[in-house]
Structure formats: C-alpha cells, structure tokens
C-alpha cells in the first residue's frame, strides 16, 4: 500500500524542488522528516527511488501554509534534504525555492491575487524572518512567462520581485556571529558573516585556487573538500552554532577579484558540492558582507567602495545582480534593502506516493 500526499514541483531561481501545503503532511516532525526522505529517495547517490534530482539544488522542499501572524501572508518552511544520508535539515533558509513561494502561495489560493501584481508577505520559518515577494498576476492570475531571465537558468520567464530587508543575524541573532569580522582558523583568514543565511568566506587562493574554476573543476577536488569542512566545522563552533557536523550551515564561500564587471567573484558551497550558480541568500550574505568594514569580502571588493544600488556578483554561470541599501559602517547595523528579481516555473502537479507503512511513522 502507498500513500498518496499532493505536490507541486516548482523551480524557483536556480532550484527546484516538491513544494508541499503543509497540512498535507504528517504533523510529527519524525515522521515528516521520513515522508520528506521517501518522497525524496534518500538516502541514495541518484535518488532512483524518488522525485529528487542528486544534486544538491534539487534535493529541496518547500512546505507552505497560510499564517496565523499579523501582517503575514503565508509561512514558509525549508528543508534541505540530504542526498546520501537519512538527515533533513530545516536550519536554513532557501532563497531559490524562496522565489516560487508566492506563486505557488497564490496557485493554492492561500493568498488573493490582484490585478496586475500581487505583494505576498513571508515569514521565513527556519529563519524567523520576513520577506516580501512581487508576483506577476495580470487578471488576477499568476503568470509565469515573462522577459525576465538569470544566468543559470535558460529562456525567460515572469519576474518574480524578493526582497530581503529583516534579515540580519537569520540563524545566529548576530550579523558578525564571532564578535569579529576577521577569524584565523588552521592559519586560514576567514570571515563568518549572518544576513539571510550564516556563511564562512574566504581567499580563494589560501586553499591553492584562482576562485574562477568551473564547478564541476571544484568538485573534483577532493582534498579541497576535506579541508574546507576541517575550517568549517571550527567555524560553527566558534559562531555559536555547535557542531555542524550533520547541519548544511554554516556555508562556505570561496572569494577572488571580479572578472567581468562584478562587484566580487564567488564560488558558493552547499556545502559538499560547488554551486553552479549562486544563491539568493548567499548573494544577500555575501552583498553585506562586502560593506562590512574589515571583512575579507570588502576588501577584496574593494575596500575603498560601500556598495550601495544594483552590485552583481560573478558566479561559475555568469552572474546575479542584487539591489542593496545597507549601512554597515561604524557599528551600524541597517539593512534597509536587499532585493533581487529572479524567476520561477510551475513544472508539474499531481500525487508523490509514499510507502504507507512511513506515513504511518512505523519508520
């Protein structure tokens, strides 16, 4: 016997995954985590027994339901389900998935759409933190084709409008989490920054690299894998976050100088695979980060520059822009905008099923 829950595959930004109304699952958190597992196929290298896509992009959930909370459309709840291992981790934010949100919010009739474009107000649960997504509704109904397009992704699609401005210290409650915005771990310079998701930055070239590598030239490197996630872990503990060991956060970020008119070049890690593109909420982090005094990120950005307005960061599949207005500068802590247009699609609809005998918790 096989349960049968319905499902939307959605892509949103660079990511795709199921996305879930959220009564539509089991309400214990065990054994969602174990429907979430089936509906998935992990733990397994190509995920044969499921809907998810091996890769780390494509191994994500989005579970929506409509908020109880004033001034709130809907809550969004992100798990990041791991590929080889039975873990599923709702510690992070997603801001990929993130853009698919209100569509999706408003295809479900959570939310009341407008003529032309509807805002739909987010609270980020993993997070504790507010967004606001621009969806394109003419005639009271979501659109999805469009003009816009982003590198990463082919053709064009409706933009869908995020903006990220309440989300200093989204995990930690700290935008610089160890007190400092320069660390030395294993004679490694690092700097451990929190806005939208927590991230470890450093040099590119302190672990032997150009930072303009491919990302599948990255991901051959095994050795780099292994010493980045010794710093890693050293870093989690040192942002308060424990032992990181079994958590996808924090991430980390390889930095070089732009190439191509950017702001900054980045190679971004999920953290065992290198990001063929970028993610919104490490764009977020990494923008930030850029105009905080005394990170490795401003300096290599420039340190004679705050960026304010459209800044872009150079990625392995071109780049991201992202609109900042943030002030950083002597102890100051404001964060007034950090928006992006990015895209989304609705690719199928119907019913994952599960294994009854895993609905039913008898895991």
């Known amino acids: 016997m096989q349960t049968k829950i319905p499902c939307v595959i959605m892509r949103g930004g660079t990511s795709r995954g199921p996305f879930f109304n959220l009564a539509d699952l089991p309400a214990d958190t065990a054994t969602r985590d174990a429907v979430l597992l089936a509906v998935m196929g992990s733990p397994h290298e190509i995920q044969v027994d499921g809907i998810g896509g091996a890769n780390s992009v494509t191994s994500k959930v989005a579970m929506i339901s409509k908020s109880e909370r004033p001034g709130v459309d809907v809550d969004y709840l992100f798990a990041q389900v791991e590929i080889n291992d039975s873990r599923v981790d709702t510690k992070p934010n997603c801001g990929n998935m993130l853009v698919a949100v209100g569509p999706f919010a408003i295809d479900l009739g959570l939310v009341p759409a407008r003529d032309g474009e509807t805002a739909v107000r987010i609270f980020n649960v993993n997070t504790q933190s507010h967004i606001e ?131 900054i070049s980045s190679r971004f890690f999920v953290p065992y695979a290198c990001h063929k593109a970028h993610p919104v909420t490490g764009t977020v982090c990494l923008t930030s980060a850029c105009a905080i005094p005394g990170t490795l990120a401003h300096e290599i950005a420039g340190p004679q520059k705050i960026p304010q307005g459209i800044v872009e960061v150079e990625h392995p599949s071109g780049k991201i822009a992202i609109d900042l207005d943030a002030d950083f500068t002597a102890g100051k802590q404001v964060l007034r905008r950090a928006a992006l247009v990015r895209t989304a699609r609705r690719i199928f609809e119907g019913l994952v099923h599960v294994p009854s005998h895993v609905w039913a918790g008898k895991l």
């Open 133 to 263: 997504a621009i969806v394109q509704t003419p005639g009271g109904v979501v659109t999805y084709e469009g003009k816009a397009s982003i590198d990463g992704v082919r053709g064009s699609a409706a933009p869908v409008g995020i903006n990220f401005a309440g989300t200093i210290g989204s995990v930690t409650k700290k935008l610089l989490p160890t007190g400092k915005p320069l660390d030395v771990i294993e004679g490694i310079e690092v700097s451990c920054v929190d806005v939208a998701m927590p991230v470890m930055m450093a040099r590119a070239e302190a672990f032997g690299k150009t930072g303009y590598e491919t990302a599948s030239e990255i991901d051959a490197d095994k050795d780099l894998f292994k010493r980045m996630e010794a710093i890693r872990l050293k870093a989690g503990v040192l942002m308060g976050l424990g032992d990181v060991s079994k958590s996808v956060v924090p991430k980390m970020i390889l930095l070089a100088k732009p190439r191509h008119g950017g702001l």
